[in-house]
């Protein structure tokens, strides 16, 4: 049996493979987002559970700040392991209450005076700093995230300045992963 399809009917089924694939390539970047956003809800967890405060509070205050790019599975996060609270929040880098009411920080992108204003802020109290959008991590955050946009895979550097500055203690453990995933491709 030959079936026959009409200029018409051939032009719209291209009309409609063209906009599939169009669409294809966005929703595996999508996925991967989402891939990588779990990655660094994960990678931020175990951080965690690596740190220590001078008081261990009773609820750990997560803050984001900025506009971030993977902080969204951050707010799924409700316990940790050892079965601590966690909240988390949302606060604009430039408002004052990020210094008393956070343990954590996690950082989006923000301008070199508001960061600059924001960790000055922070001088003083026990406050883990990690960030986004920092990839020399020379500077003010004390784990910086590591991400590229052909991987899902997350990796991290940690600046030993700002963690001495930072109140908080991390297992040594966490300090040797960052140096040893230097030369992993």
């Not at 996690?106 to 802020?121: K, N, Q």
């Amino acid at each position: 049996m030959l079936l026959l399809f009409s200029p018409r009917f051939i032009a719209r089924l291209v009309l409609l493979l063209l906009g599939f694939g169009l669409l294809l390539p966005r929703a595996l970047a999508e996925t991967a987002a989402e891939i990588r956003a779990t990655a660094v809800r994960e990678l931020v967890l175990d951080i965690l559970s690596y740190t220590r405060w001078p008081t261990e509070p009773a609820v750990l205050r997560m803050c984001v700040a900025a506009p971030t790019e993977y902080a969204g599975a951050l707010f799924t996060i409700d316990r940790q392991a050892n079965g601590r609270a966690v909240q988390v929040n949302r606060y604009d880098a430039s408002d004052p209450a990020i210094s008393d009411n956070c343990d954590v920080l996690y950082l989006g992108v923000v301008d070199e005076p508001t960061r600059i204003a924001l960790f000055a802020r922070l001088q003083g109290h026990s406050v883990l700093s990690i960030s986004e959008y920092n990839h020399d991590c020379s500077t003010s955050s004390v784990f910086c995230l590591q991400t590229e946009p052909q991987s899902v895979r997350v990796r991290f550097k940690v600046n030993l300045d700002a963690l001495a500055l930072s109140g908080v203690r991390v297992h040594p453990a966490v300090l040797k992963l960052a140096r040893a995933d230097k030369g992993v491709p």
